[in-house]
């Protein structure tokens, strides 16, 4: 288990993570999501031993602070992979197996395996040159798997790869990342990304963790308007951050909806029905908008017992709503 508690570094006196503290159990995946520039890759660097901090990363309760990198156990994998250009695909993934001097027969067992695992069996003879930017990265995450590290560390691993591209890897690496039963921390500036991959999120902002929770959690009820703009909400009422955003009922009766702050410059509390005009599934999640009479188009989240499609018509109850000013990129749009 990692541990962080009260973390902070600071380059020339400017903190770039203050006080994070943060659990990562045995086998769990977690996503530390936030803009660029608000400290992630900083913190990674500082959980890998690169990175001097105050505060206290530990593995198992035991300070990592005199522990070097190379002796952590840890690996990390870059946006960019960075295989070796002159070595075969085999060659990159066994590197630091033959590093440690393992068997030959060992070695290339556990290269084919690897191989498999991210889909690139038949790959093996191939120089990263031939290869899509998306089958380096999967031959860069099987590299980093080969010493089986207790830790896993991802910064940004999908972000230079294209939109639709990168959408299907990261299902691929939650996949193979549970077939291996890795524990890993991934930060990214991508929500989509960070639900995909992830089982937790930690939210990080300005150099600080704002929140940390199981995503369905975070996602139905960000701790504040900022949060809840970079998970992706369209709109967002920055109200009384414990208004209940709840409710109910579409043909599955009784399956929660949480209703978006964005609907709620809805005056009244009260049942809202509306014709759901898209869908779009994470593997926690699923979101609809839902176009509400008199109202337009608003962003609602079900659990996954609910299964709505386009054109049925929801029923959602806003309660104990607050009108307060709209933030947003569209705002404009509603009035
Ligand atoms: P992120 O990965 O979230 O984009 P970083 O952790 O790279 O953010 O950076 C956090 C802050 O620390 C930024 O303001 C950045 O300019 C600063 N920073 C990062 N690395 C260094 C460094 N080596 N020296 C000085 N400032 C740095
Ligand atoms: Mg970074």
Redesign the pocket.
Known sequence: MLSLDHVS?A??G?P??QDASLRLDDGEVLAVL????????????AVAGL?PCTGTVAWDGADLARVPTHKRGFALMFQDGQLFPHLTVARNVGYALRLRRRPRAEVVARVADLLDLVGLAGYADRLPGTLSGGERQRVALARSLAVEPRLLLL??PLSALDAGLRERLAGELRDILRAAGTTALL?T?DHEEAFAVADRLAV?RA?RVVQTGAIADVWAAPTDAPTALFLGYARVLDAEPAAPILAAAGRATGTPVALRRSALHVADDGPLAGEVVAVRTTPELLRLVVRVEGVGEVDAVAGLALRAGVGDVVRMHVEGTRLAPLRGADTASLH
């Open positions: 570094v380059y020339d400017q770039a993570v936030g803009p660029s520039g608000c400290g992630k890759s900083t913190l990674l660097r990175e910064d940004e930060v500036h990080m150099g």
